[in-house]
């Protein structure tokens, strides 16, 4: 099957289990688990014309009744309002919440802003009604100016500034 017709399937499954998953409030309520495993999903979050967030991932469980796509292999990459890149991020698993396309990036982290900023950490966040990409666990930084490690970050990606928190020391080079 070709890509596109098995995106096409698993989102015309999704919106089925989501259906299922709201159908009559008036009747009784039997609780079950609806879910959805896709091999290969690509999501991309939209705002008008405007392709602001695609997320691929190798595996993903979808969970209509809660939102939430749970990933494998993960590489996110976030455009800004002018289809600028704004940030990119790779890791071994994580959470999208595809209403909202807050996600949570886990297990070795990588990533690198759209200044340059190359960062590794255990775990990220991104809150896309603020704009923030952050973490509070110990991470490594590089850009043009040099390497440096801190107790966390945070991105403020409409303002494009890239903050080190508590502890930050500058990494020498041999």
Known sequence: MLAPERLRLAATALLSLCA???LGADAPQRRFSSSLRV????FVGTRGSVNE????????VLR????LALLEDVRVSAL??????????????????????????EGDVRG???????YTTRWVRYDHERGLLYTDAPVAMEDATGSFR???FRYDTRRRSFRLLGNVSVVQKP
């Open 39 to 42: 091999t290969g999903m690509t």
């Open 64 to 67: 209509p009744e809660t939102n």
């Open 80 to 105: 800004d309002s002018k289809s600028e890149r704004s940030f990119d991020v790779s890791c071994e698993h994580g959470e999208l919440d595809v209403e909202t396309n807050d996600f949570l990036a």
């Open 112 to 118: 690198t802003t759209g200044e340059g900023q190359r």
């Open 53 to 60: 967030l695609v997320l691929h991932a190798t595996r993903a």
């Open 20 to 22: 299922l998953a709201s």
């Open 150 to 152: 801190g107790d966390g």
